[in-house]
Every structure is written in C-alpha cells, then in structure tokens.
C-alpha cells in the first residue's frame, strides 16, 4: 500500500468511527474529515469544494423543496381522508406506504417516489401518535428495493446493462431484473412491515420553529357559505375533518346561538365557533371550505403576499380591554383576526368581540407590509415564526402535477434526476406553491453540507488507487471459491464498497471483477453482474450511501448508527435470498 492509500482509508476510518461514536453533529463530522484530507493533500485545493455543486446535492435539496410543497397543499391530507380513512395501525400503514413506494420506484427515481411520500407518513405518524422515524427508513429501503425490479429503477442497473454488453455484446433488457428484483422487493417489504420497531423512535435533533413549539388551543369562527361543502351535513362530520383535534363550543345561526349538537344539520350562513390547535382548525376551513371570520384586504390583491403570523399581546400594548371589532381592524388597519389562544380559559363569544389581555395569543392576517408596522404601533410581540396555513390560500393540485412532470421527464430520459428536481423545485417557488420566504426553511441545511463535504473525502478511495487495491485483493479471494460464494463475496463487498463511492460508481469497478470470476470460473457473467447490481443498489447500513437514505436523515432525527439497526439483518437476508435465486433464474453454465 501506497502512503495516500493508507491515509486515505485512515481517514474514512476514522470518520466512520466518530459518525457512529455519535457525539458531535454529522455536519461537524464531515466538515473536519474534509478539511483533514485536504491538509493530508488527499484532496487538492481546488477540488476540496466540489461537492457543492454535485447532483446528489441537488437532488435532495430539491426534493426536500418539492416534499414541502406536496405537503403545504392539503392534497395529501384529501388523499388520505379519501381512500384510506380508517387506517390507523402501524402495521395497515406501513404495508400502503412502503407497497407504493417499491412499485413507484420501479419505474420513476426512487428519490422521486420517495419524495411524493414522505408527507404522507408525516400524516400517519400524526394520525397514529407515533414518531415519524419509524416510518422514514423503511420507507427509503423500501425505495432502494423498488428499484431493482427494472432496468430504470435505479443507476446500477443501467450501468450493468452498460457493461454486459460491452462484454457479451447483449445488454439486458427492461425486464431482466424483474424476477430477482420483485422477488427481494417483496421479501425486504414484508420483512420491513413486521421489524420496523428495529428502528428506535427518534425526534428531529434539528426540528423547525414550527416543531419547536408548542402547539396552542385557538378560538376561531368559520361560517358556511354557499360554496361550502359541508351545507346539510352534521356538525359531527364537520369536526372529523379535524381528526379530534377541535371542537364546536356554539352554532350561532341569525340571533340565535344554537349548541353545538353532534347531529346539528349546518345551513348556509351558520358560523361556527371552533377550538382546536392550528393545523386542525385550518383542515376544518379548507376542507369543508368554509369562510374564516373577517374579510380579506382590499389592498392585497397577490396571494403570496398575505401572510398569518402568531403575535402576544404585550403589557403595553394598545389592544388590552378592547376587541377587534371595536377596533375596526379589518376596515382601519386591514387586518384580520383569525385566531385567540388564552391560556386555562374557553372563549365564548365570537372572535371579533373577545376584549383582548395580555398575554393573549393572537393569529393576524394582513399583508406582509402592514403586519410589522401594526406589531410595533400595538406593542405586540410575534411569536419565533412557524408557518401557519391557516387563512392561506393554495394550490392543491398544482405540486402534484409539478412532481409528477418532473419524474416523467426523468423516466423518458428528456433529462437528468438533477436537472428535473431542480426545475421542479423552481416551479413550485415560481407558481407560488411555496412562498419564497418559506423556501430555505424546507432545506435541511445540515444534511447539504455533510453532503457536500463527503463527496470529495469518499472520493479519495478511487483517486489514490484505494478501490483498485481492493479489487487486486477479491480477485485473488475470488479464485479460491464456488460459484456461489463468488457471487455473495461480489454481492457482501459491492454493499460494503457503495456508501463510500457512487452506486453507479461501485458498478463501473466491481463489474469487471464480477466478470472476470466468471471467466476464470468458467462460468455465464450474468448472475455475477446482476449480483454487482444488486448489491450496488442495497445500501442499508449508512445515511450517506444512497440520496434516499440522506432524504430522510434529517426529518427522522436518526443518529448514524441507527442504520445497521434496521439495514444489518435486511442486508443479510437480501444476500441470503439473492444467491440462490441468481443461480435459478441466471444459470452460470
């Protein structure tokens, strides 16, 4: 060994080491291990940066965007009330969401499939009371499984297609990887939906604003208008809307303030006093598509432009002993208030006849030039902010329709992962899907730079010769054994290789290794290089092998080694299946 191949596997080494020690942030971790490759000279100065600008980076900034936005809509909310609306065990849960993505991952980018559903195990986790991180992980293992069904499922595949008919001079068709693929599909998605609680329930170490704080109890009103989707149904199906988290206090009909009865038929014009958290109140509004109290502002004609905002009524403020209607803050200030939160009491009169205190919780709607300046002349104090969609108008099936334009353009080759999620991620910005103060808040920062600063320090391996030295070694392992356990050391070494190079990258060096057993063996290359392919596109055991693994990183809370928690015993039976149905259905004579 070379001086720069011993440094370079000391380095990675040791950052694997303290990844798993788990005592400083991965970001931290990833920015010395850069810094100390580029003072060993592992690195060049110029190239020390790279990462930066590589696809991987990209795409998952991207996708985190393009999530958000699917999420910001409701249409996932309506996708679930709609078809699945009694499903609410972990296991019931589980099968749809890792079933879909598998299937969605065959034929789209796993990323992408994974993207589209991600916001959906937020809700289920919501709905279940249980942590997001028991559904993440094995929904992107379920996205890496997925893509092993079809020649485009994933890189691997096409890489191997590449090199199988360099060597034979036939590549492998669409299908070819079905029988293998879909069969360890379906083995690693039962095993996932029965030892999903391998995977320790974790909270995001870096939550939003928004998940940091607590979630209030509101006062609001919401009135039914002739649009409205709920006139002649009962209050009860009204308040399902919200998933139990909010209630009527009072059915004010004309003069009459009627109770709020479970069986109360609502007509047109009724307007309901509501009390619940934030998200359940704004799920009650948009999808019963009720009318809020107040009106909008005359002068604020751009959607993006009106924005709600929580804010506390300070010691000194001018509001105390007075409510909003007395005020006239619609038609004077243009504000509107949606919203009151008083602590250990239940509001029960309409919200703009409330006599605000101090330390009332309020949530304003108005413009974003009118807002600070109505703060500051009224002394109140905004809350850290978090996004409060309620009152806020959206596009519900514009995403979608950006997603999925962005993964055909993917799947018909018209261009790249990085360029389609990129553009996709423009549009939701462009077409107001994500207001553009919101963006970098759906980017996980952390995430991108321990990406970016991992890129060039795992590049080390092939630039110093490292990975060559690896293949001199399995060749000459590889000579001394059977067919079979050739094709598992190919398969063990190409998932153990795969979080330090580029899975497609790990193909280009373990292909003609693969082969080359095969002709010394005296056998077909077929299996050896579908075991390449399989074993490239199998990264369970790190979240920074796989982009999919890095997507859900962040948002699960997951320390490094709670990987192999999970991916160490999926790894082993994917290599215990694989082998022998590599020999059944790619006889090696």
């Not at 972990?90 to 980018?109: D, E, P, R, W």
């Not at 002993?321 to 008083?342: E, H, K, P």
């Not at 018209?414 to 549009?427: T, Y």
């Not at 190919?490 to 330090?500: G, Y």
């Amino acid at each position: 060994m070379t001086t720069p191949q011993i440094l370079a596997f000391t380095v990675i080494g040791l950052m694997m080491a303290v990844f798993i020690w788990d005592r400083f942030r991965y970001d931290l971790v990833a920015c010395c291990s850069l810094v100390l490759a580029v003072s060993l000279g592992l690195v060049p100065f110029d190239k020390a940066f790279s990462g930066f600008s590589d696809d991987i980076v990209i795409i998952v900034g991207s996708a985190l965007i393009v999530s958000a936005g699917v999420a910001r809509s409701g249409i996932v909310d309506l996708a679930i009330k709609r078809f699945f609306p009694n499903l609410t065990t972990v296991h019931g849960q589980l099968a749809l969401l890792l079933i879909v993505v598998a299937v969605l991952s065959a034929f789209i980018k796993n990323i992408g499939a994974l993207a589209i559903m991600i916001p959906v195990a937020f809700q289920f986790a919501r709905k279940s009371g249980k942590s997001p991180s028991l559904y993440l992980m094995p929904m992107s293992f379920a996205a890496l499984l997925g893509g092993l069904m079809t020649q485009i499922g994933t890189s691997p595949n096409i890489v191997v297609s590449r090199v199988r008919a360099e060597l034979t001079g036939t590549s492998f068709t669409m299908f070819d990887f079905t029988p293998v693929g879909a069969s360890l599909a379906l083995v690693g998605v039962v095993f996932l939906i029965f030892f999903y609680w391998l995977v320790p329930e974790r909270k995001n170490e870096n939550p939003s604003l928004e998940e940091a704080l607590d979630v209030k109890t509101y006062f609001s009103e919401a009135t039914v208008t002739d649009v409205s989707l709920v006139i002649g149904k009962k209050l009860h199906e009204l308040l399902s809307l919200g998933e139990g988290d909010a209630v009527a206090t009072a059915i004010l009909r004309g003069p009459r303030r009627m109770s709020p009865l479970p069986d109360a038929e609502l007509r047109v014009g009724d307007t309901v006093l509501l009390e619940g958290s934030p998200k359940a109140l704004d799920k009650l509004v948009t999808a019963g598509k009720l009318k809020l109290s107040g009106k909008s502002s005359p002068d604020v004609t751009d959607d993006a432009e009106t924005v709600a905002i929580e804010a506390i009524v300070s010691a000194e403020s001018r509001l105390i002993g007075w409510s909003a209607r007395q005020l006239s803050l619609s038609n004077r200030r243009r504000i509107n208030l949606l919203a009151v939160s008083r602590e250990g009491q239940r509001l029960a009169k309409r919200v703009g006849d409330v006599t605000l205190r101090v330390g009332d919780v309020l949530v304003l709607q108005g413009s974003r030039k009118n807002l600070p300046g109505f703060l500051q002349e009224f002394a109140c104090l905004p809350l850290a902010q978090r996004e409060i969609l309620l009152g806020t108008k959206r596009k519900a099936w514009l995403p979608l329709i950006i997603l999925v334009a962005a993964m055909g353009a993917t799947a018909a080759g018209i261009a790249p992962v990085g360029v389609s999620f990129f553009c996709a991620a423009l549009a939701m910005v462009v077409f107001r899907v994500i207001p553009l103060r919101e963006v970098y808040n759906a980017l996980d920062g952390p995430i991108l730079i321990m990406l970016a600063a991992l890129i060039p320090v795992s590049d080390t391996l092939r630039t110093t010769g490292g990975s060559d030295l690896i293949a001199g070694w399995l060749g000459m392992i590889g000579e001394h054994l059977p067919p079979w356990g050739a094709i598992a050391l190919i398969l063990v070494t190409a998932m153990a290789v795969t979080p330090f190079l580029n899975n497609a990258a790990t193909v280009l060096v373990m292909a003609p290794i693969a082969a080359s057993f095969a002709q010394k063996l005296g056998d077909r290359p077929e299996a050896f290089l579908m075991a390449v392919a399989i074993g490239a596109g199998c990264d369970f055991l790190t979240p920074i092998g796989h982009q999919c693994n890095t997507l859900v990183f962040g948002p699960g809370g997951y320390r490094f080694s709670d990987y192999p928690r999970l991916g160490l015993p999926l790894s082993l039976l994917i290599l215990i299946v694989s082998v022998p149905l590599l020999l059944y259905v790619w006889p090696i004579r």
